[in-house]
């Protein structure tokens, strides 16, 4: 795969779709690999008119990681001490716009999903002139009243590392199922074959570490986002047990104009079976640009 330079980071990331189709760039969350956008959903935003873009983030898969930084203390972000943050969700949207800049994309849409659609949030507060629309999906403002963890998810997402690649394996089938659709259940062959795929591309768990401090450390932005001014969709799954659709609905009600998708049956993630629906309301919201 590729490499591109933005703000001093190398960010890896591949492309699908004819590159003089305009340009959609999908950020995706916590921990997360570019992978976790699916080969097969991002072939169907190729087939309908997009060129496509995924990529991993910073500290996370074949991109730049900041292992030279200190361990963040989370405890203390929570409780308001920022001093250890290693970075924020405003430095990881300018990495975003930094991938622009490589890829010669003047302006693009974006779709981000948890971390990433927080990460989408931040670059229309912070850069609506280099964005044509925004999809929201499985996040929240960062508000903590909204969007909570129930206490079973939220201990899968910070259960400790593991000390091996078959216990990492085995915790991250677990969890994933904690976290799933409830109404479209996973296959564990097919589930177990993706996190395996994705241990053995690249495994970092203080990436995702620093990546979560980021989280809390960069606050609510309810207020930046009464500001934009854009084609805007939220989407979110009515039983999702890592953040609540109440994080979609403060979203939508932050955002003028924006457009609240709640999907029964999906989880935190994206099951193939919702991959026509998420499709459509990508696609519905670029038409408004």
């Not at 229309?124 to 925004?134: C, E, K, T």
């Amino acid at each position: 795969m590729p490499r591109a330079h933005s703000n001093g980071l190398e960010l890896e990331y591949e492309t699908f779709g004819d590159q003089a189709d305009p340009p959609l760039v999908l950020v995706m969350g916590l921990g997360a690999q570019l992978t976790v956008w699916d080969t097969g959903f991002c072939e169907l935003l190729a087939a309908r008119g997009f060129h496509v873009v995924r990529f991993d983030n910073r500290d996370i898969g074949l991109s730049t990681y900041f292992d030279d930084l200190p361990a963040p203390d989370l405890a203390a972000l929570i409780g308001g001490d920022l001093s250890t943050a290693p970075y924020l969700l405003s430095d990881m949207s300018d990495d975003t716009v930094g991938l622009f800049d490589a890829l010669g994309f003047a302006k693009a849409h974006v779709a981000g999903a948890s971390m990433g659609g927080m990460i989408v949030q931040q670059l229309a507060i912070d850069h609506p002139d280099r964005l044509l629309s925004v999809t929201s999906i499985m996040s929240t403002t960062g508000d903590r009243s909204v969007g909570q963890a129930t206490p079973e998810a939220m201990a899968a997402l910070m259960r400790p590392p593991a000390a091996t690649r078959e216990q990492n394996i085995e915790e991250s089938v677990k969890a994933s199922k904690v976290t799933a659709a409830p109404g479209y259940p996973p296959r564990e062959d097919e589930l177990r074959a993706k996190i395996t795929a994705n241990y053995d591309r690249a495994y970092h768990p203080a990436g995702a570490l620093r990546q979560a401090a980021a989280v809390t450390a960069s606050g609510d932005r309810t207020e930046g986002l009464r500001k934009v001014d854009l084609p805007v969709s939220v989407i979110h799954g009515a039983g999702d047990p890592l953040i609540d659709v109440s994080g979609a609905k403060a979203t939508a009600e932050a955002i003028s104009g924006a457009e609240l998708v709640v999907l029964p049956g999906m989880g935190h993630d994206l099951p193939q079976e919702l991959w026509p629906e998420i499709v459509e309301t990508i696609v519905r919201t670029t038409a408004r640009t």
